[in-house]
């Protein structure tokens, strides 16, 4: 079988259907320096390997303008195309209609810019975050900041319609986020109307006129989400932010702390996940600063090592999605220890102390007038729970600029250095002539890696940053082939450069041996495990010899533009290898070259 109907082959065999999980992540830091690229993968990167669950795969943003800028797309989405992360995308709504404007301008270049690769990962859009609440008589009086009214609401909602119309997006649900007493209130009924979802905040913590502790926690929960499901006509309810802070100050009978954190994630949050759409607050709220209170499941230094156990107790939905995962990082997977540029990662948090929603700074300062939210933060209200208002290259397609902001790695052990012998040939199933074996020109990067391990057949290891195999360990690749590349060569394509030549990534590699690529009837994804990987099509081709300073034509063929396509990497002989897959030239990894 001729490997582009292979391809054709593996794009058409079915995609999985999923529930959405993940957390709420701002624009800025806490001391509102701008989030960049690589700060969102790495988060994004840490979310999707936190230690004991699994299939965080997903972002709710605020904003679609990067911070700093007037409408230039948020960095969020190139990192999310390149760890497949799935995208609750948020225009702000309460600054009227100018900077509405500039976040519809956003939207757009984003679609144009990024194409299917972004349109894949789109769940929905939010128009707006709060606002309801901002202009109720409780969030006059907490100060909330500017709000909006229903029919302003639902007039963006309208206009965000038409800017998708005869998109890529045009068929992704369109709604609105807002605080359950907000939707129970039948003066926004427009909104509701006018939405495809409805998009609930509830955080039993700032309850503070009912009896809030812990023990209420669960019941206080769900008690609001059933009151919005019968306030909205039928529509589907997504739960976009809740939550139980780590730290802070006692509300009424709400005591912070990290086993409070803990119980409410296991009952509240494990009875939502893998059932209802659920964004998390939050993955981490203490960079640079700890705000009071504070929500993040880890701690001011951002890593996949959660403050409390996020294994959900048997016999909660958590707990059925957890059955096949691991620890979440995984033995094969590299230890991330750095992000470049603004010195960590985090959503902007509150940091004030009076009572109700505190508005987020602006997302734009370049002379818009912007106030477009800094992040999500959650704070105190009374009685309604709220949360307040709150590109380099390789960012999915490549052109080598040899520019990286990828954070830095270190793998354990030492790395391969020295002079190299030659590097050995590769054998390959194609016949059309090999695109470049380096990353100068054109190039897709994988949007999902997942090891899997033979002495761990029902275990999901997770997404990783890394490329794994041994003589246990393969490594699945996921490569998004954009529709822009119909009509070119595509070619399978490995680098190992010297260890020298190596400036934001590392490597270790022993025993002797190559690798060996097939073609996967699907994609992977967060969850497969050895047991459940797709079955292989064929094999593609194969490098005998692996070693450092090999640049390795692996296969070419008809790119399969607007698919999907799956290849698993087995280790032969006895090779072992490990390195950190980055794009920073020469490059590093597994690559799909285009010409």
């Keep these: 079988?001729?490997?582009?109907?292979?391809?054709?082959?593996?794009?058409?065999?079915?995609?999985?259907?999923?529930?959405?999980?993940?957390?709420?992540?701002?624009?800025?830091?806490?001391?509102?320096?701008p989030k960049v690229q690589s700060d969102f993968q790495y988060e994004f990167g840490n979310a999707s390997a936190l230690v004991g669950t699994s299939g965080f795969t997903s972002a709710r943003l605020y904003t679609m303008i990067q911070a700093g800028t007037t409408n230039t797309p948020i960095e969020a989405i190139p990192a999310a195309i390149n760890t497949q992360t799935n995208l609750l995308l948020g225009l702000w709504?309460?600054?009227?209609?100018?900077?509405?404007?500039?976040?519809?301008?956003?939207?757009?270049?984003?679609?144009?810019?990024?194409?299917?690769?972004?349109?894949?990962?789109?769940?929905?859009?939010?128009?707006?975050?709060?606002?309801?609440?901002?202009i109720s008589p409780t969030g006059i009086e907490n100060m909330s900041g500017a709000g909006a009214n229903p029919d302003v609401v639902?007039?963006?909602?309208?206009?965000?319609?038409?800017?998708?119309?005869?998109?890529?997006?045009?068929?992704?649900?369109?709604?609105?986020?807002?605080t359950w007493t907000a939707w129970v209130n039948s003066s926004n009924d427009a909104v509701i109307s006018a939405s495809d979802f409805i998009g609930m905040d509830a955080y039993p913590y700032y309850q503070t006129t009912m009896a809030n502790s812990i023990d209420n926690g669960n019941a206080t929960f769900w008690d609001a989400y059933d009151a919005t499901q019968g306030a909205v006509s039928g529509k589907p309810v997504w739960i976009t932010e809740t939550g139980w802070p780590v730290s802070g100050p006692t509300e009424n009978q709400a005591q912070a702390s990290i086993a409070n954190a803990q119980r409410y994630w296991d009952e509240a949050g494990c009875a939502a996940f893998g059932k209802i759409n659920t964004w998390w607050f939050t993955l981490q709220d203490a960079a640079p600063d700890t705000p009071s209170p504070s929500f993040g499941i880890v701690g001011s230094t951002l890593s996949n090592q959660p403050l409390y156990n996020l294994t959900c107790p048997a016999g909660t939905n958590g707990a059925i999605d957890q059955s096949s995962s691991g620890s979440g990082s995984g033995s094969a997977t590299g230890t991330v220890t750095a992000v470049s540029g603004s010195g960590g990662s985090s959503a902007p948090a509150a940091t004030n102390t009076q009572p109700g929603p505190k508005s987020s700074s602006p997302a734009s300062s370049a002379g818009s007038g912007s106030s477009a939210p800094a992040g999500s933060e959650p704070a105190p209200s009374n009685p309604a729970p709220t949360s307040g208002s709150g590109s380099s290259s390789g960012s999915g397609s490549g052109t080598g600029s040899g520019a990286s902001a990828d954070p830095t790695t270190t793998i354990i052990g030492s790395s391969a250095s020295g002079a190299a012998p030659a590097p050995s040939s590769s054998s390959s199933t194609s016949s059309l002539p090999a695109c470049p074996t380096n990353l100068n020109g054109p190039y897709e990067y994988p949007h999902l890696i997942v090891p899997i391990d033979s002495t761990q057949p029902n275990t999901a290891l997770g997404t990783s940053y890394n490329g794994t195999v041994s003589s246990t360990v393969s490594s699945l690749f996921n490569f998004d082939i954009p529709s822009s590349d119909a009509g070119k060569t595509c070619s399978l394509t490995f680098l190992l450069p010297e260890a020298s030549?190596?400036?934001?990534?590392?490597?270790?590699?022993?025993?002797?041996?190559?690798?060996?690529?097939?073609?996967?009837?699907?994609?992977?994804?967060?969850?497969?495990?050895?047991?459940?990987?797709?079955?292989?099509?064929?094999?593609?081709?194969?490098v005998a010899n692996v070693q450092p300073g090999g640049a390795y034509?692996?296969?070419?063929?008809?790119?399969?533009?607007?698919?999907?396509?799956?290849?698993?990497?087995?280790?032969?002989?006895?090779?072992?290898?490990?390195?950190?897959?980055?794009y920073?030239?020469?490059?590093?990894?597994?690559?799909?070259?285009v010409c």
């Design 93 to 134: 709504a309460s600054a009227g209609q100018s900077d509405f404007n500039n976040e519809l301008a956003a939207l757009s270049s984003a679609i144009s810019q990024y194409g299917s690769s972004f349109a894949s990962l789109v769940a929905g859009i939010s128009v707006g975050s709060e606002d309801l609440y901002r």
């Design 553 to 582: 034509h692996i296969s070419s063929d008809n790119c399969p533009a607007g698919t999907t396509v799956g290849f698993e990497v087995k280790a032969t002989g006895t090779l072992s290898l490990n390195y950190f897959q980055d």
């Design 154 to 178: 639902a007039n963006f909602i309208s206009q965000v319609r038409s800017t998708i119309a005869n998109t890529a997006l045009s068929a992704v649900p369109v709604g609105h986020v807002d």
């Design 501 to 542: 030549q190596l400036r934001t990534s590392n490597y270790e590699i022993s025993g002797s041996g190559g690798i060996q690529l097939s073609i996967l009837t699907n994609p992977a994804t967060a969850s497969t495990t050895y047991s459940n990987t797709p079955a292989a099509l064929q094999v593609v081709g194969s």
């Design 1 to 33: 079988m001729h490997i582009s109907s292979l391809f054709a082959l593996a794009a058409s065999l079915g995609s999985v259907s999923a529930v959405y999980k993940g957390f709420n992540y701002g624009s800025t830091f806490t001391n509102s320096a």
């Design 584 to 593: 920073d030239l020469p490059g590093i990894g597994l690559y799909v070259t």
